[in-house]
């Protein structure tokens, strides 16, 4: 609790400041329903300190010494190390996370720090030749200025790191919005990680708010050149409109609606397990978890026996018990939402081979199966531990499903034969897929991002230069131009 307490705060320019705004921002721990802190919101004029303060303290942050910036990514690796058990417990505390789930997270967040920290030492020009004789063209790479960074409650710390971090290394400053139930993980724990790695103030700020409270603000305001969101299509394609009409860039994670499929000559155990992490991963609070599980009907009644087999044996229940699988979803609100959509799927004549309880915010898994055809929750996102079972007649009908609908985020495929995993992965409507594996990878030198409703723009590696850069063409004409007139 103290660590909640301690962090409930705006930090703004280095310091620790409470909100000025009329309400607070209740946290509570979604297993329990304890309250971890409360929050008083940032307004519209403390989002403006933020940003005026991010962009004055950017200018000098761009001309630092690379190596200097790399010092300080790498000893905030160092704390998370170092801290690692208490950010754990903070991860179960706040987002209900199995231990499992806490400690995957605190790992990928150390990965992306220490790619973050070697990318503060890219080359930031080239030499491109020219047409013409005595002309040198240099093509410098340079930081957008301040990055605006609106994260997600499902994995905050890892998201807001893998923004936070590269666009630090390469000279840009940052304001964070965590999300309303991830204020503490997502946000100010992130902030006192820098504060103690030396991180000069300004260059990361947190506001804790809701747009119900600045409306607009984070978005619009003037200094942010570019907007990174994780979240659903439905806020992202808001933000998208707002953000173009101010010719910013912008960085959408956005909603999926991913497929597992299992070809006829998929080793069923492992592809089994792959189905079970894909859609059961956080309570399948993930937007690249596997909605859908397609299987070849001539193996789906062997592979539907031990899929259930598997499921039923997770067990559900407190997130601090090593053994739990399935800890409570975000809260009840969205707990009785799953059960809603659970309901009217049953009505519509889908079967429940596994019908788990809801008890508060603690949802067991579900499996259905028989959906009829246009159901709608074949097209959506189903942020919680529902799983589909769809079976299919060969490989065309397959490919004809998993592009049904208006997303483009992950999925997978599993067969024997490698390559014909790939032939089948290249005929996916997806930016991200996968052959004998999970539908839920990242990985901080690969492109990550979605398609259609999915998102756009990319992160990590080489996409995330892209992201937080942009160029600038200088030409050097050595000796006199012949101008035609």
């Known amino acids: 609790m103290s660590f909640f307490n301690e962090l409930a705060h705006q930090y703004i320019d280095g310091e620790w400041l409470t909100g000025s705004g009329s309400w607070d921002i209740i946290d509570f721990n979604p297993y329990n329903g304890e309250k971890l ?3 008083p919101v940032a307004t519209a004029a403390q989002t403006g300190l933020a940003y005026q303060a991010a962009e004055r303290a950017q200018r000098a942050w761009a001309a630092t010494n690379a190596y200097a910036r790399r010092d300080v990514l790498e000893k ?3 704390l998370v190390g170092e801290r690692a058990d208490d950010i754990v417990e903070m991860i179960i505390d706040e987002l209900g996370g199995t231990r499992f789930r806490a400690e995957y997270e605190v790992r990928a967040a150390r990965e992306f720090l220490r790619a973050a920290a070697g990318q503060a030492l890219r080359p930031t020009g080239r030499l491109l030749p020219s047409a013409t ?3 040198e063209n240099r093509l410098y790479r340079l930081p957008v200025g301040v990055v605006g960074v609106i994260s997600a409650f499902n994995f905050p710390f890892l998201v807001t790191m893998k923004t936070v971090a590269p666009a630090l290394a390469l000279g840009n400053a940052v304001v964070v919005k965590p999300h309303q139930n991830a204020p503490i993980v997502g946000g100010g724990l992130v902030a006192r990680i820098f504060e103690d790695a030396g991180l000069p103030a300004g260059l990361l700020n947190v506001l804790i708010t809701d747009s119900a409270e600045i409306g607009d ?4 305001h003037p200094v942010p050149k570019v907007i ?4 659903s299509d439905r806020v992202g394609r808001h933000i ?10 912008t960085v959408l994670d956005l909603s999926g609606n991913s497929a597992l499929v299992v070809l006829e000559d998929a080793d069923l155990d492992h592809a089994v397990r792959a189905a079970v992490f894909s859609r059961f991963l956080y309570q399948g609070q993930v937007s690249m978890a596997a909605n859908r599980i397609l299987v070849d009907r001539s193996v789906e009644k062997e592979f539907t026996e031990r899929f259930i087999a598997e499921v039923a044996a997770l067990k559900a229940g407190d997130p601090r018990d090593p053994e739990t699988r399935i800890g409570p979803v975000i809260s009840e609100f969205q707990a009785d939402a799953l059960t809603a959509l659970i309901d009217e799927a049953l009505a519509a004549g889908a079967t429940a081979l596994v019908r788990g309880r809801t008890r508060g915010s603690l949802v067991e898994p579900t499996v ?3 959906l009829p055809d246009g159901s709608p929750l074949l097209a959506q996102e189903i942020f919680g531990p529902v799983a589909l079972l769809v079976p299919f007649d060969g490989e065309d009908e397959a490919v004809r499903v998993v592009n049904a609908g208006p997303y483009g985020l992950s999925g997978a495929v599993h067969t024997s034969d490698a390559e014909r995993g790939v032939r089948f992965a290249r005929r996916i409507a997806s930016e991200m897929f996968h052959v004998n594996d999970s539908t839920v990878q990242d990985d901080p030198l690969v492109a990550f991002g979605g398609g259609a409703m999915s998102g756009m723009g990319r992160l990590n590696g080489e996409a995330a230069v892209e992201a937080f850069t942009t160029q600038q063409w200088i030409s050097v004409q050595h000796g006199r131009t012949a101008f035609p007139f």
């Open 228 to 231: 990174s969101f994780t979240g």
């Open 76 to 78: 905030a690796e160092r």
């Open 133 to 135: 004789d005595g002309k």
């Open 368 to 370: 259905l199966t028989g």
């Open 37 to 39: 802190c409360s929050i």
């Open 240 to 249: 998208a409109a707002t953000a173009a009409g101010l010719f910013k860039k």
């Open 217 to 220: 603000t984070f978005i619009d």
